[in-house]
């Protein structure tokens, strides 16, 4: 079946400027994961939802950051007045059942000018 | 808080050595370890996962171990090939389903 996607795959946009991260999870996925991935660096934890709500947000550097799963699947991270140090590459994961093994989508690579 | 390392954080080899890739972490109480792979430019893909319960994970010419109580795991690649050039990150699972990444160790496999 189909892996988890990401849209779009390369957003370029001005400071001060709001985006939107979209994140189509595996089918039947009740778990969804948001990471920033910077350069060099492995991805760091944003966001994490069970089903519809949000179990953790602890990740979400600051309240210019949004995530919402509606109806328990497609997942949007929203971005508010962007700034340069956002540009990173946003990755999304999705599992399910006990081992919870994280699939990755490809990615969206931000870049804020 | 979980920390986790990696080392080497790069690695250049000749084909077919056998390498291993190490993974440190800080908090011994996790649920699973997995390992994943990640071309230049793309996302991120499983290669193995470790429960807290297992001791190792073979697939194909992968082989991880896990050692809970001295905070590590290891990646054993036997006969490398180029094709095998990518970054190999770790990732450790807590029981509130927290992940946290190493910083990846950077593999090339020269022909």
């Known amino acids: 079946g189909a892996g988890v996607s990401q849209t779009p795959s390369n957003k370029v946009t001005e400071k001060g400027k709001y985006v939107e991260l979209r994140c189509d999870p595996i089918s039947g996925h009740t778990a969804l994961y948001w990471y920033r991935q910077s350069l060099g660096q492995g991805p760091e934890f944003l966001i994490y939802f069970q089903g519809t709500g949000a179990a953790d947000d602890s990740g979400l550097p600051n309240d210019r950051f949004f995530a919402v799963r509606p109806e328990g699947s497609v997942s949007t991270l929203k971005i508010q007045r962007t700034e340069r140090g956002d540009s990173a590459v946003y990755l999304c994961?999705?599992?399910?059942?006990?081992?919870?093994?994280?699939?990755f989508g490809p990615g969206t690579r931000l870049t804020v000018l | 808080k979980q920390e986790v390392t990696q080392i080497p954080a790069a690695l250049s080899v000749p084909e077919g050595e056998n390498l291993v890739l190490n993974c440190s972490f800080t908090d011994s109480a996790i649920y699973n370890l997995q390992w994943f792979r990640q071309d230049p430019g793309k996302g991120l893909t499983s290669l193995l996962l470790i429960q807290s319960s297992q001791r190792e994970q073979t697939s194909g010419r992968l082989n991880a171990s896990l050692d809970k109580s001295s905070g590590r795991s290891t990646l054993y690649i036997a006969a490398s090939q180029p094709g095998d050039s990518a970054t190999y990150l770790c990732a450790v699972r807590d029981y509130g389903q927290n992940f946290v990444f190493g910083p990846g160790t950077r593999l090339s496999v020269l022909p």
């Open positions: 994961a999705s599992s399910s059942g006990l081992k919870n093994e994280q699939f």
